[in-house]
């Protein structure tokens, strides 16, 4: 049509902008963002589209683009749309870009409320079909070939090992997905971040679990949700099962920067694993703090953290500490209390209803208005019944004290146990030839805190007077480094 215009109207067409398969509801578009370009080297003076809507669905991106177009001398023209060149054009072009966006943003509504429809009756809505799963008319079913494989992918990654490793492993059993390829890391790390595996999916802030089955437990979900929320936060964790669990929050005492873990080979052919000072290996500064034994350092760290919690007091103060943070959170759960009053000034209304239709007074419109309000009613009970799901946990103050004293002090040794202590009550640690400072987390201080000279300076002047009181403290009472 376009092609039929400028032949019709003697344009010389000398070349063609087209993003397929593209909303015209924003503007983030490659081929229209080099026709914004090109119209300043003025090599073209007309700028014929489709529909205005093809242009843009968007009012304020369609006056902002269109008074570039003017102000470079390029005039934009509608193919299918005879909108003169008068003030009259002016305001039916104005009127057509309002209906555009009404058009857009009432399709998504409908697009929302189809999917929303399908969901509630445990439907798929198409698109691609997850590895896991197999769909037989708009149902999703379990594949147990692909689950079992996707168990051992979420057990294995929790347990420390890379997502290369991972999919080294399974090219060698052949495991593949549904088109044929073989599971790479990159496939693996999307499996691994995808919520649906745990049966739940959320839709305009409503979460569904009548839609996938459940293949990944909870529990496992969390392990793997943290360790990635771990290696956003500091890279150099990232290592083979050789966690180094001490990175990202250790640094160099003598120097002021950071210490990440490495490894590397003897000439016997054995492989060693150590922490290194990140201006010694990157030869930033010179700095007299050689490479440091792995094993001892994240020994030496843990033992003293052990020590430390294994106090009566610190238990006892941590455990009313985290007791009364749940106790707080779960009774201020804002969700909820809204949820549940929109539900009760519903109900109060249909049985005001009710009451009304008792009386005699029967219309379409109280017929109409009580239907909405059942829906309504039954929406509020789903979308209550899943913010509870999410404190669906009650902990007593026993429960946290038990945790602590069975999990966390009986099995140090344990790799998930060593970096639940690391993540959750170490601060920063300093490490000099002959000490080690460790600063815990309190209840007034549990934030993220960027490492810098400066800090490190603060945290040596605190570690004295933190060490006169041997219960709050990680003294280690002999001749090895503190």
């Known amino acids: 049509m376009c092609n039929e215009y400028a032949k019709k109207n003697n344009y010389l067409i000398v070349d063609t902008y087209i993003d397929r398969a593209v909303t015209g509801t924003t503007d983030n578009r490659v081929a229209f963002q080099k026709m914004i370009k090109d119209s300043y080297k003025k090599q073209w003076s007309v700028v014929i589209v489709y529909k205005l809507d093809r242009f843009s669905r968007n009012k304020y991106e369609s006056v902002v683009h269109k008074k570039t177009l003017k102000d470079n001398g390029v005039k934009l023209i509608s193919a299918m749309e005879n909108i003169p060149d008068s003030p009259e054009g002016t305001l039916m072009e104005a009127l057509l870009e309002g209906f555009n966006q009404y058009y857009s943003e009432e399709l998504a509504q409908k697009v929302n409320r189809g999917i929303r429809e399908s969901w509630l009756k445990g439907n798929t809505t198409g698109g691609i079909l997850p590895f896991g799963y197999d769909r037989v008319d708009k149902k999703l079913y379990i594949n147990e070939y692909e689950a079992t494989a996707l168990r051992r992918i979420f057990t294995m990654y929790s347990q420390g090992y890379r997502a290369q490793t991972i999919a080294n492993e399974l090219e060698k059993e052949g495991v593949r997905r549904k088109n044929g390829d073989l599971l790479d890391a990159k496939a693996i790390y999307r499996l691994l971040h995808n919520s649906k595996y745990t049966g739940k999916v959320v839709h305009d802030g409503v979460e569904y679990d009548n839609i996938y089955p459940r293949i990944i437990s909870d529990e496992l979900w ?150 909405e309000l059942e829906t309504t009613i039954s929406r509020l009970d789903f979308e209550i019944d899943a913010e509870k799901q999410k404190n669906y946990a009650y902990l007593t103050y026993e429960d946290i004290e038990n945790y602590l004293k069975s999990q966390l002090l009986s099995n140090p040794d344990d790799i998930e146990v060593r970096r639940l202590l690391v993540n959750t009550f170490i601060r920063e640690i300093l490490y000099y030839p002959d000490k080690i400072i460790i600063t815990y987390n309190s209840n007034e201080h549990s934030d993220t805190v960027k490492l810098t000279e400066e800090h490190s300076e603060e945290i040596e002047k605190q570690a004295d007077k933190a060490c006169s009181s041997y219960k709050r403290s990680s003294v280690m009472r002999y001749s090895a480094a503190p």
């Open 222 to 371: 969390y392990k793997v949700n943290n360790i990635n929320e771990e290696n956003l936060v500091s890279p150099g964790r990232k290592k083979e099962i050789y966690d180094y669990i001490l990175s990202g929050k250790l640094m160099c005492g003598v120097c002021k920067h950071k210490m990440n873990g490495d490894s590397g080979t003897s000439k016997t052919g054995e492989v060693y694993h150590y922490y290194i000072c990140l201006s010694k290996r990157k030869k930033r500064q010179h700095c007299t703090v050689t490479s440091v034994n792995k094993q001892w350092l994240e020994d030496t760290v843990i033992n003293a953290t052990v020590e430390m919690l294994k106090s009566e007091d610190n238990i006892r103060y941590i455990a009313t500490s985290l007791f009364n943070l749940y106790k707080k959170e779960s009774e201020n759960n804002s969700a909820l209390k809204i949820l549940v009053k929109q539900r009760e000034e519903a109900l109060k209304a249909s049985n005001n209803m009710i009451k009304a239709i008792e009386q005699g007074i029967i219309t379409e419109q109280t017929k109409t208005r009580l239907k």
